[in-house]
């Protein structure tokens, strides 16, 4: 059983997982390189340098760059011999490759959180070839006594399963937008009044079930051949960034926000996603 949780990296998701742990009364640390810097929840314990005694799961969240989490792993590994389970937070970086430079590869895998991370209840948890059974039966036990749900992604594949659905509708979207066929607007209401309640109350497949395989089928037969299916990036959207509009950091993206109180906007959002979660765990209670 997972007792002991180690997160590494104090950015933005190293805490907010951390946080997830804490709260499930674990004993969680927290490394940084800047501890000062570090906005800790309460029952987390925050360190410059790894602790003496090995954690029982490592989950590491810090920069996208293959080298820096390699040489994070090698330190693990040289530290704590074969002891904890080791994963990764990546959403983009090889995970095969990962786990075939680590010694011990068996006890590999990756948990993928996802934004806002101290609010959703279900991570990705990706095995490798090697992972064991045993430590992916034991991870998942941990992340429900957190709360989260794992979607098991049984081999890692680019984008995983999550990112895979959301650009595949992304790319139609952006592609839509391109075509001047709708706004971005009239496509988020689009997904905020019929998508999004309709696939939080049914999921995607069991809603086709309900409606009838049959309907789906026929559609599939008409839709899929008239959908976009190109392999680049979308220029809508590739040509945007190139003009340094990069959404709400910088005060434009496909909407204007420099006269919005983005952090106060963001907020709000986030209370309205609790509600909507809290209602949805209240439906699968009854």
């Given at each position: 059983m997972i007792q002991t949780v180690l997160v590494v990296g104090g950015g933005v998701m190293g805490p907010e997982i951390a946080a997830g742990f804490a709260d499930a009364d674990f004993p969680t640390t927290l490394l940084s390189r800047t501890p000062s810097k570090v906005r800790a929840a309460p029952g987390v314990q925050v360190v410059e340098a790894l602790p003496p005694t090995a954690p029982d799961l490592v989950i590491e969240a810090i920069p996208e760059q293959m080298d820096l989490k390699m040489?994070?792993?090698?330190r693990l590994e040289a530290a704590y011999g074969e002891g904890p389970v080791l994963a990764t937070n990546t959403s983009a970086l090889p995970l095969q490759e990962m786990a075939d430079r680590l010694s011990a590869p068996h006890r590999f895998l990756g948990i993928h959180y996802f934004?806002?991370?101290?609010?959703?209840?279900?991570?990705?948890?990706?095995?490798?070839?090697?992972?064991?059974?045993?430590?992916?039966e034991r991870t998942r036990e941990a992340l429900l006594r957190t709360g989260r749900r794992s979607a098991v992604v049984r081999r890692p594949l680019t984008g995983?399963?999550?990112?895979?659905?959301?650009?595949?509708?992304?790319?139609?979207?952006?592609?839509?937008?391109e075509q001047g066929i709708a706004t971005a607007e009239e496509i988020d209401e689009a997904a905020k009044w019929v998508l999004g309640p309709r696939m939080s109350v049914t999921g995607l497949i069991e809603q086709k079930d309900i409606s009838g395989?049959?309907?789906?089928?026929?559609?599939?037969r008409n839709i899929v051949p008239a959908l976009h299916h190109g392999d680049t990036p979308s220029p809508v959207l590739q040509d945007i960034v190139k003009q340094g509009d990069l959404g709400l950091k910088t005060g434009r993206g496909f909407y204007d926000w420099s006269q919005r109180d983005a952090q106060a906007y963001v907020r709000k959002k986030q209370q309205t996603l609790t509600r909507v979660l809290n209602l949805l765990k209240q439906e699968e209670e009854q």
């Open positions: 040489e994070l792993f090698a934004q806002p991370a101290h609010l959703l209840p279900m991570v990705e948890v990706t095995l490798v070839a090697q992972t064991s059974a045993d430590v992916l995983f399963l999550i990112n895979r659905l959301q650009h595949a509708i992304l790319h139609e979207a952006f592609h839509l937008i395989l049959d309907i789906a089928a026929s559609s599939q």
